[in-house]
């Protein structure tokens, strides 16, 4: 019980966020009673299978603007508040908690144990210290506010809690139990959709590589202007890889009303131009002229795919560079920079998913993520329609938002 305490604040959400608001809030006012509800029987439960359980915490990228740009939805707000609050104050508060985090190449951040264990038991063993209730198994049905101004949770049919202030963390609000409530309240939700999902393709140049990647390809639908580039990786569904799984999350509402059936078109080259490629060809003409387009692979392509490419485009396996007609050799040419294919649905990157669309970003004020339209009602996390690309930046999101909401609420 918290008798000797002040203020009594909720912050319904046991995820990433709520942990962090909730830890937020206790290290800057010891005097606040703090519930945080939880309706599953777990904690942290994304946390726990984050990064394929290694937790990818946050990303190495320090500068405000650069981070912000790996948000489709959300960038200018976190833009702002990534001054306050950026990976490098998570690295630190993670250190100052004997907690190191590594790089890897491709800037990803992880617990150095490759666990994710790591941060749930760095979380727990800090809200044991703090005066934090944790309510496992308790979703909060309903929420309104009393004439007094204050919070009235409903709990289940006979129990109702009153509190000063809540911060709803809730993650995605698909089926959420409060998108009602939160209406009520006069917040709009943006239209949800799935993002971070790879593309299925029934494509014969693709069908029997599950397995092959590019380390850089760029792929677009109908504007090469807002093309994604990056790792592709051939799947035995299709084509995923983080240079899909940003076009993904780029396009998560186009894609959505298209009903995940669209063309996209894909430069196994990267940047590659036609001219670069002609240019290439034309080198091999003279150097290799009586060797076989099929079995003389350019730019480091993997050996099946320029070998599918070539049949594709209708190139025997006889052709050598110099019997190479103009006609096929255009063909190869849009093969290798702008491959046209059909997506015939999605399938869920079992590594890492979030929603695209929440509570309007509007009606928040992201100096302190409090509502607009409430006062003190607080928001954080993947409940806002905020969402970033893969590797690291929609936990770095939680835990900036978070710690805004708790700052903010430790002022109450
Ligand atoms: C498989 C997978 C792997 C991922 N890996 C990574 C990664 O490595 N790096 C990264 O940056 N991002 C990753 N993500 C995305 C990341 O997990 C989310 O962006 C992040 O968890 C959002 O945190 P959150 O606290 O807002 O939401 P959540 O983590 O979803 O937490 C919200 C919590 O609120 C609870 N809740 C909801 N409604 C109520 C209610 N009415 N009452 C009580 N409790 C309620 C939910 O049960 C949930 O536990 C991954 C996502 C998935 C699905």
Redesign the pocket.
């Known amino acids: 019980m918290h008798q000797s305490l002040n203020k009594r604040v909720a912050i319904?959400?046991?995820?990433?966020?709520?942990f962090f608001t909730a830890l937020s809030l206790a290290e800057q006012n010891t005097s606040v009673a703090i519930d945080l509800?939880?309706?599953?029987k777990e904690w942290l439960?994304?946390?726990r299978?984050?990064?394929g359980g290694r937790?990818?915490v946050t990303h190495h990228c320090f500068d405000p603007k650069q981070l912000s740009e790996h948000y489709p939805r959300g960038s200018r707000e976190l833009r702002a508040a990534f001054h306050a609050w950026q990976p490098t104050d998570t690295i630190a508060w993670f250190e100052e908690r004997g907690i190191d985090l590594k790089t890897e190449v491709d800037g990803r951040m992880f617990p150095t144990t490759d666990d994710s264990q790591t941060i749930i038991d760095c979380f727990m063993s800090e809200v044991a210290q703090h005066s934090i209730q944790l309510k496992k198994g308790q979703?909060?049905e309903s929420i309104s506010v009393t004439a007094e101004g204050q919070f009235l949770l409903k709990l289940d049919e006979q129990t109702y809690e009153n509190y000063d202030a809540v911060c709803l963390?809730?993650?995605?609000m698909k089926g959420?139990?409060?998108e009602g409530s939160i209406q009520k309240l006069g917040h709009h939700i943006e239209p949800l959709a799935p993002s971070l999902f790879a593309f299925n393709v029934n494509d014969s140049r693709v069908q029997s590589l599950s397995g092959v990647s590019v380390p850089k390809a760029r792929v677009w639908l109908d504007s090469i202007k807002q093309s994604q580039m990056g790792p592709l990786l051939i799947t035995h569904r299709g084509m995923s890889g983080p240079a899909i799984l940003k076009l993904s999350a780029w396009k998560a509402r186009t894609l959505k009303d298209q009903n995940y059936h669209f063309t996209f078109y894909v430069n196994w080259l990267g940047v590659s131009t036609h001219d670069e490629v002609l240019k290439a060809f034309n080198r091999q003409r003279i150097e290799a002229g009586k060797r076989s387009v099929k079995n003389t692979p350019l730019f480091e392509l993997p050996k099946r795919l320029w070998e599918s490419l070539v049949s594709y485009a209708q190139i025997s396996n006889e052709t050598t560079w110099s019997q190479l007609s103009k006609k096929a050799e255009q063909s190869l040419i849009t093969e290798l920079i702008a491959g046209r294919y059909e997506a015939q649905g999605k399938t869920t990157n079992?590594?890492?998913?979030?929603t695209c669309g929440g509570v309007s970003r509007k009606e928040i004020d992201f100096k302190s993520m409090e509502s607009k339209c409430v006062p003190k009602l607080f928001f954080a996390?993947?409940?806002i329609d905020i969402d970033g690309i893969t590797g690291?930046?929609?936990?770095?999101a939680?835990w900036t938002t978070g710690r805004l909401a708790g700052t903010a609420m430790a002022q109450i």
């Open positions: 319904i959400g046991g995820g990433a966020a709520g509800f939880e309706k599953r439960s994304k946390v299978v984050s990064g937790c990818n979703g909060v963390a809730l993650g995605s959420s139990s409060l079992k590594e890492e998913f979030v996390g993947e409940c690291g930046f929609n936990f770095q939680a």
